[in-house]
């Protein structure tokens, strides 16, 4: 089993606090990790070694598929479900593009692996590549993170000079190229189909599905695409076992996950935790509760494309089915908290904001909708508003959201159709007071 966790790691520090198992962070506070040989002191590039020797890549496949491993980036798909979608047979070469695209508001956690231990990342990548049938792999890095892409090509570079990327891996026959491609910049092209347009070397936009990546993909084969903390798993799921990995989490949700606390938090950063964890585990006793003794106003509980949750959700479990139930979705595990001195419009204009900034034009409903809305809560949030732009901002979210070839449409939504459900009277407040309801600049009548 996983060691008890003596230690949270927070932006790669870690803090004395536990007692919870350790899956992909467990030895993220050693000196040096980062190293090859530091890594392989401590059992690095072991769950490898072992797969290549006693395990055929399709009994891997299985051991995830019954680990109930589900991806980490968002979406929450079963992963060993995913890579059964592969054809067996294809004219085509197969591919994995690991997904180091992190660009979801309040999300951090893939920056940590890169940046602290990315032979953890390597060797996962090499592990989903031979239990796909796959000979070439692209980890693909967004391009502001720059140390961490330069820890990931060193981390590779190590791997291919200790024969553990390259021709016949550790004399088992399996050959292995690995690419690792920067970004530009874009938040669509964290979207899988968008991410292959631009390995290709295209603008990032992304594809009409059907056909799937794992049937058409990238340079026309069958492609997997997982995210950085999925294929991080990969060497704990092959050293533990899956029956030892799905002791950790709930009955649909497996496992451990590492939450990304931001915000109005005392101690904000990223924390390893079983899934089935209550919300108010990870922001009280974990992150030391609302910055300043301050009340607490709403949550966002996966990144900024995730709907509006409040104080009484506290105690929701932060596992996939929970936080649906609750009204939103765990996606990118990126928990936000806000305090009681927020303003919800000047919250919502922000990341409205950056989804309007980060379109990438392709559909009219987003290319146009998101400008509309970036401009009516200029004017709610500025006092100029009127009642009925509530109404319109419904209306023009309506025409957004399952409109457009990607999910930024639903992204670009769900913090303004869950705020106006929420807090309407707050939304009023700006109409009726041509100001904000609270913070510095608040206006009461």
């Known amino acids: 089993m996983a060691d008890t966790l003596d230690t949270v790691i927070t932006e790669g520090k870690a803090l004395p606090l536990g007692p919870y198992p350790r899956i992909v962070t467990k030895d993220f506070e050693v000196p040096g990790i980062d190293r090859i040989e530091v890594y392989r002191q401590h059992g690095g590039y072991a769950a490898l070694a072992k797969a290549l020797r006693d395990i055929p890549p399709d009994t891997l496949a299985e051991e995830v598929k019954k680990s109930g491993l589900r991806g980490r980036g968002g979406a929450g798909f079963a992963t060993g479900v995913k890579w059964g979608f592969l054809p067996k047979t294809a004219p085509k070469p197969r591919y994995l593009a690991v997904n180091c695209d992190e660009s979801e508001p309040g999300t951090f956690k893939d920056r940590m692996i890169m940046e602290v231990s990315p032979h953890l990342l390597v060797e996962g990548t090499i592990l989903a590549a031979y239990a796909t049938h796959v000979h070439h792999a692209f980890i693909y890095v967004r391009g502001e993170l720059a140390f961490a892409g330069r820890q990931v090509e060193r981390a590779v570079r190590e791997a291919y000079d200790a024969g553990l990327i390259g021709k016949d891996i550790l004399g088992s026959g399996f050959d292995l190229d690995v690419t690792v491609a920067r970004g530009a910049g874009a938040y669509i092209c964290g979207e899988e189909s968008a991410l292959m347009e631009s390995l290709e ?19 026309g084969g069958p492609t997997v695409i997982n995210n950085a903390e999925t294929v991080s798993t990969l060497p704990a799921i092959v050293t533990l076992g899956a029956d030892a990995y799905t002791a950790y989490g709930t009955e649909k949700s497996k496992g451990t996950r590492i939450f990304c606390l931001s915000g109005h938090v005392e101690r904000p950063g990223n924390y390893e935790l079983p899934l089935g964890t209550p919300m108010r585990v990870l922001i009280e006793d974990f992150g030391g509760g609302v910055r300043g003794g301050k009340r607490l106003k709403a949550i966002i509980p996966g990144g900024s494309s995730t709907p509006f949750l409040l104080p009484e959700h506290l105690d929701t479990p932060l596992d996939f089915e929970s936080v649906a139930a609750a009204g939103s979705m765990l996606g990118s595990g990126g928990v936000i908290v806000l305090d009681e001195d927020t303003c919800i419009v000047a919250a919502v204009l922000r990341m409205s904001e950056f989804y309007r900034d980060e379109s990438c034009g392709k559909c009219t409903p987003c290319r146009e909708g998101t400008f509309w809305l970036v401009q009516l809560l200029e004017r709610l949030e500025h006092g100029e508003g009127k009642a009925s732009d509530l109404d319109l901002l419904n209306d023009i979210c309506d025409n957004i959201a399952g409109k457009v070839f990607c999910p930024l449409g639903d992204a670009a939504t769900s913090s303004i159709v869950s ?22 600049g608040a206006r009461k009548h």
């Open 419 to 440: 705020s106006i459900k929420l807090f309407r009277d707050e939304y009023l407040h700006h109409v009726r007071a041509h100001g904000c309801l609270v913070g510095p």
């Open 201 to 219: 070397g295209k603008r990032g936009y992304p594809r009409l599905k059907p056909p799937f990546p794992a049937v058409v993909g990238l340079y």
